[in-house]
């Protein structure tokens, strides 16, 4: 069974950090490019980071630059993102993305919080 597990979202206070996990299952993991979306409240998705399939390139959304770092090991089918500085309206459900051609897979989702 193909799918994507998020995990490592939860309460934050603004200025803290976060670490999610993205945990692959049943694809050629290093055969994908890895994205993650996140979606706020009355809010449309919209793309945080992504990462090529060796991780040589590396995307970011001008609003987190400098503040999240994305990373994978194809190793242990996992893709992280590091997220520094956070702000009250970064609360959102973030997304893990595997993309290859046509072939798009999400996760669930997972809730992150940025409130004092």
């Known amino acids: 069974q193909v799918q994507l597990v998020e995990s490592g979202g939860g309460l934050v206070q603004p200025g803290g950090s976060l670490r999610l996990s993205c945990a692959a299952s049943g694809l050629t993991f290093s055969s994908y490019v890895v994205s993650w979306y996140r979606q706020g409240p009355g809010k449309e998705r919209e793309l945080v980071a992504r990462?090529?399939?060796?991780?040589?390139?590396?995307n970011y959304a001008d609003s987190v630059k400098g503040r999240f770092t994305i990373s994978r090991d194809n190793a242990k089918n996992m893709v992280y993102l590091q997220m520094n500085s956070l702000k009250p309206e970064e609360t959102a459900v973030y997304y893990c993305?595997?993309?290859?051609?046509?072939?798009?897979?999400w996760g669930k989702g997972t809730l992150v919080t940025v409130s004092s």
């Open positions: 990462i090529t399939t060796t991780g040589g390139r590396l």
């Open positions: 993305n595997a993309a290859i051609w046509t072939e798009n897979i």
